[in-house]
């Protein structure tokens, strides 16, 4: 499960689509709707929210608005409510572990997307507010290949 910090416009098709449903995912994880992925490390900032739920389905209406503005067609009836999300933090190294993780991927899978993420200040996802400090402490890093 990956819930990227990085703004989804930076991802491509196949990375849009797999946060889609790792969204979904961990939204039903947080309802307590399924039984898998309960300790997953990436649901950690969420559940330190005081409404989980809203959090991730706030999360996932931005997935949702860039899936609709490059002309894909989820399903939005699968959101849940926002009652009242509120900005999380993202810390700098973070997004920049991040970064350079999805930078690794688009080198295979779709070069042409890299020059938006590689040049400039990368955007965080519109949930996210940037602050410092150095890679999460719930990552999980790898080292580069």
């Known amino acids: 499960m990956r819930l990227w910090s990085l703004h989804p416009r930076y991802l491509d098709s196949k990375g849009l689509v797999a ?15 399924t039984r898998g992925y ?4 990436q649901l950690r900032r969420f559940r330190q929210c005081d409404d989980p739920s809203s959090q991730i389905a706030a999360y996932l209406a931005e997935v949702h608005a860039e899936a609709t503005a490059r002309g894909y ?7 849940g409510r926002v009652e ?9 190294g973070q997004l920049d572990y991040e970064t350079r993780h999805l930078l690794a991927k688009l080198a295979v ?5 890299m020059p938006a993420l590689a040049y400039g200040d990368p955007r965080p996802h519109p949930l996210f507010r940037v602050v410092e400090g150095g890679v999460a402490e719930w990552e999980i890093v790898t080292p580069p290949d």
């Open 19 to 33: 946060l889609w449903r790792e969204a979904l995912l961990a939204q039903a994880v947080l309802a307590d709707l």
């Open 109 to 113: 899978r779709e070069p042409a997307k």
């Open 38 to 41: 309960r300790n997953h490390p």
């Open 73 to 79: 067609r989820f399903d939005a009836s699968k959101i």
């Open 84 to 92: 009242q999300a509120q900005p999380m933090p993202v810390n700098r």
